[in-house]
């Protein structure tokens, strides 16, 4: 970055895209007058992620339009970024062979230019568009990358791949190897005082407890949680709801699960994203809290 302009990086904020989108925007004028080129590709692919976790898909493929109209062979990085967000979108919008090809495409050209914090976003992306096997494949790549490298934003990813890696390995079922990942994360975000990102990891941990079939243990550390959310200032969670309706109802407590089957609906119901993909999960969660 410039002197003169922002560090937009910096401003993000994952759990308010629409926020993040509207302070890009504000300094786009500013990057359109400058004239680092570099900078105001690499601007407009993060105000196109930002569009694209709202699901505004079209949008999203404009704004990349634009800025892969500016990028010429020396933009390197910026280049690389594109990708990875054209990626996304796609990603998001179940466009997945496309998706993958930029995915791919983005960290071999990160891995040639040392672009080590690319190189392990590139990678974690692979790991989310693949699946099973060939997903855990490229999450230890991405894993590996991030701890061996000297770029401290690299090493950053290390949580989010301890997350993904542990879904990955709750999918195929191999609950004790999600759980140990997820413990791992829960000491990574504990080291780095992540708040919502240790309340996240904290609720991933006690969610495979329930697969485990521990779920008095379960249901305890969902409701610590829910206490931990509260001294934080984090408010009401509808996932932490969820958990404890549904660890009540294993333990054939339906009576106690109604209050929080109810609360994980008013909550939950109004996430775009489940209402797009999970609408018998929300379904299941109005009918149990009747």
């Not at 976003?121 to 692979?126: G, K, S």
């Not at 791992?184 to 904290?202: D, Y």
């Not at 054939?252 to 775009?272: M, P, Q, V, W």
């Not at 018998?280 to 969660?285: F, M």
Request: with cysteine; aromatic share 10%.
């Amino acid at each position: 970055m410039t002197d003169t302009l922002p560090d937009f990086d910096k401003l993000w904020d994952y759990n308010n895209p629409a926020e993040t989108e509207k302070k890009f925007k504000e300094i786009l004028p500013q990057a359109e007058e400058s004239k680092d080129k570099s900078y105001l590709i690499e601007l407009l692919t993060q105000v196109a992620r930002t569009e694209g976790l709202q699901m505004k898909f079209d949008d999203a493929h404009k704004t990349l339009d634009r800025a892969m109209k500016l990028i010429k062979a020396d933009h390197i990085r910026p280049r690389i970024r594109y990708m990875l967000e054209r990626g996304r979108v796609y990603n998001s919008s179940k466009v997945y062979d496309k998706a993958k090809e930029l995915f791919l495409a983005a960290y071999q050209q990160a891995v040639k230019y040392n672009e080590d914090n690319l190189t392990v976003d590139a990678a974690h992306m692979m790991g989310i568009v693949e699946k099973a096997e060939e997903s855990l494949k490229w999450n230890e790549v991405a894993m590996k990358h991030a701890e061996y490298s000297k770029d401290e934003n690299a090493k950053k990813w290390l949580g989010s791949l301890y997350n993904n890696t542990g879904w990955t390995y709750h999918d195929m079922g191999d609950y004790n190897k999600a759980l140990e990942l997820f413990e791992r994360n829960v000491i990574w975000h504990s080291e780095r005082n992540t708040k919502q990102g240790l309340s996240i990891a904290k609720w991933c941990a006690a969610r495979t407890l329930r697969s485990l079939g521990r779920t008095e243990e379960a249901l305890d550390k969902q409701i610590e949680l829910s206490a931990f959310n509260n001294e934080l200032g984090l408010g009401e969670d509808g996932y932490n709801s969820e958990e404890i309706a549904e660890c009540l109802l294993a333990l054939n407590r339906g009576d106690e699960a109604k209050h929080y089957f109810r609360k994980a609906f008013e909550l939950l119901s109004k996430d775009i994203w489940l209402q797009e993909n999970e609408k018998e999960r929300l379904e299941k969660l109005k009918k149990l809290g009747e």
